[in-house]
């Protein structure tokens, strides 16, 4: 019997790979068979994690998001390299903990470059004659934050919002193509990302945070499974969706 999860043969980019739920998910697909094109600002953090990887043949691609008028471009140059791409994994984010009243544009349109325009950059860019091959697949990452208030957090909240969103109008606007578009919506995952956020907060406020997770604070490689779902075939009938990964935060 062929293993459903099985991405032997499959050319899969990650962007974010050099830390946190991007490597976990680079790392767990090279070890259902694919080919990575790890994605990120630093080559030497890539170069970390390619030698995590299982198998041959992946590659590393120094890139900073945040250009977004250049990712559609960069891409169909690097497909030329790389060959088309079975999926595309866009894990790359920015988190920001600011009240309102100390919140400005600057931060507001930071956090929407890489979470939101960034994503749909890389879906316009992903769909270009040469870039993916039909059947491919699209996963964005959103948060429990877009589902969800949280004090302080309301360009990340809306921005993960936006995720979804962004997932549900891709889904229906890429399907004609062959291309499923769908987003992992996790809760709190023990990353660096979230390990400088809990720096910021009080021991009560982190333990607060906790308790709200029934099972507990969540890890990458929990996430990761979510998106390796996404991408193989046992997603086949599945877009615009958005898979809740919190360990029950969102079941109160």
């Not at 993960?160 to 499923?180: D, H, M, N, P, S």
């Not at 009938?237 to 109160?252: E, K, N, Q």
């Amino acid at each position: 019997m062929k293993n459903p999860l099985d991405l032997t043969g499959r050319v899969l980019l990650v962007t974010g790979a050099s830390s946190g739920i991007g490597r976990e998910t680079a790392v767990l697909l090279s070890q259902l068979g694919a080919r990575i094109v790890l994605v990120g600002r630093n080559s030497e953090r890539l170069a970390e994690t390619v030698r995590n990887l299982s198998g041959t043949g992946h590659c590393t691609e120094a890139f900073d998001l945040a250009q977004t008028e250049q990712i559609s471009a960069w891409l169909k140059d690097l497909c030329t390299v790389t060959g088309p791409l079975n999926g595309l994994v866009h894990c790359a984010g920015i988190h920001s903990t600011m009240p309102l009243r100390v919140l400005s544009p600057r931060v507001f349109e930071q956090v929407y470059r890489i979470n939101v325009s960034a994503a749909a950059m890389l879906a316009k860019g992903f769909r270009q004659t040469g870039c993916y091959i039909p059947g491919g697949s699209i996963v964005l990452v959103s948060s429990v934050m877009g589902l969800v208030g949280e004090v302080a957090v309301s360009a990340y909240s809306s921005s993960k919002a936006a995720v979804l969103g962004l997932t549900r109008a891709l889904a229906l606007e890429l399907a004609r193509e062959k291309i499923r578009v769908n987003c992992v919506v996790p809760g709190l995952v023990k990353t660096e990302m979230t390990a400088q956020l809990r720096r910021s907060l009080s021991p009560d406020q982190v333990s607060a945070i906790e308790s709200r997770h029934p099972l507990g604070l969540g890890e990458p490689r929990d996430v990761a499974h979510a998106i390796a779902f996404l991408l193989a075939d046992t997603a086949s009938w599945i877009t615009g969706s958005g898979l809740v990964v919190d360990g029950g935060y969102t079941a109160r």
